[in-house]
């Protein structure tokens, strides 16, 4: 084993050892102590606090940062993975949602990422204007990546029920609920959504769906790549296909995430949401994309006619 490979492996041993004691101090606390609200946003207390919110406000942006933005459920682990394979291609670790998300963690951690080299891949929940100042006045390429909302609500459902840092719900129904008045943690899909939505013609703006990816990874890929200004070969976007494919990482997900493998890493599928929507709750999230989203390029792009319907 070369000498980056174990450094490589104890910065990944080292992740693995922090989640596992956060998961383990979360297991401690009552629901309404893992989280906390800031700007009227819910987040969960075990990995965010508003100390770092405050210390993001001074975060220092670089024009060559890369940030990709999800709203939970949507895509995450996929395009953090995805945009590490493009940059460090070299690179055999592999980033957990702690290490690249700006909002999670300690406040120190703005001052790590300060000292962390160019190109940076980072990432995030947040809503559009609660991103640092900076990155928005140096215009950082973001992108930004949707999933329709009702694969995205039983996704997220399931991963309350099985990660340690969130309340679990004894039932769907009372998940569904919270989810549609945007009491679950980062808030509403559709303020997410709407907020974004204002922004999808600016150049350093780029949305793409989970949808979308699943039907043609390569294709995305060299979107993806353009955007970025990462040249790549045809050899090289078969490769990363091949390293991203959800089958892929989720084979590897006991050695990126551990044991909460399975959690970041249930299904991946199109059209789950049948498998716990009932006839009123589908006509419910119907009404309420209907209310927010029709008309709108962003909900033309998630293409709500063909993967929500029974």
Request: charged share 25%; with cysteine; glycine share 4%.
């Amino acid at each position: 084993m070369s000498s980056s490979e174990q450094k490589s492996k104890t910065n990944q041993e080292k992740a693995m050892e922090a989640m596992e004691q956060i998961a383990k101090e979360a297991s401690k606390k009552s629901a309404e102590e893992l989280v906390f609200t800031y700007k009227g946003v819910l987040y969960p207390s075990a990995i965010c606090s508003q100390e770092t919110f405050q210390a993001l406000e001074c975060f220092e942006a670089r024009e060559e940062d890369l940030l990709a933005v999800t709203y939970p459920k949507c895509g995450t682990n996929w395009i953090v993975q995805i945009l590490h394979e493009m940059v460090y291609p070299m690179q055999n670790d592999h980033p957990t949602l702690h290490q690249a998300m700006i909002e999670f963690g300690k406040p120190e951690k703005v001052q790590k990422l300060k000292d962390r080299p160019s190109p940076r891949v980072l990432s995030s929940h947040l809503y559009y204007d609660d991103i640092p100042k900076s990155i928005l006045e140096k215009k950082v390429k973001i992108l930004v990546i949707f999933r329709n909302p009702k694969d995205t609500a039983v996704s997220y459902f399931h991963f309350y029920n099985s990660n340690p840092v969130l309340p679990t719900y004894s039932s769907w129904d009372l998940f569904f609920k919270d989810y549609m008045s945007g009491k679950v943690c980062c808030g509403s899909y559709f303020d997410h959504a709407l907020a974004w939505n204002k922004h999808i013609d600016e150049e350093n703006v780029l949305i793409i769906t989970f949808e979308e990816m699943k039907e043609d990874l390569p294709i995305q890929l060299k979107k993806i790549s353009k955007f970025f200004g990462i040249s790549l070969t045809e050899d090289q976007i078969l490769l990363i296909e091949n390293r991203t494919t959800f089958t892929s990482m989720k084979a590897k997900s006991k050695e990126t995430h551990g044991k909460f493998g399975d959690a970041f890493f249930r299904k991946g599928d199109v059209g789950d949401w049948s498998s716990l929507f009932n006839e009123a709750q589908s006509q419910e999230m119907d009404a309420k994309f209907e209310q927010c989203l029709a008309g709108t390029k962003l909900g033309e792009k998630l293409n709500y006619n063909k993967y929500c319907t029974f």
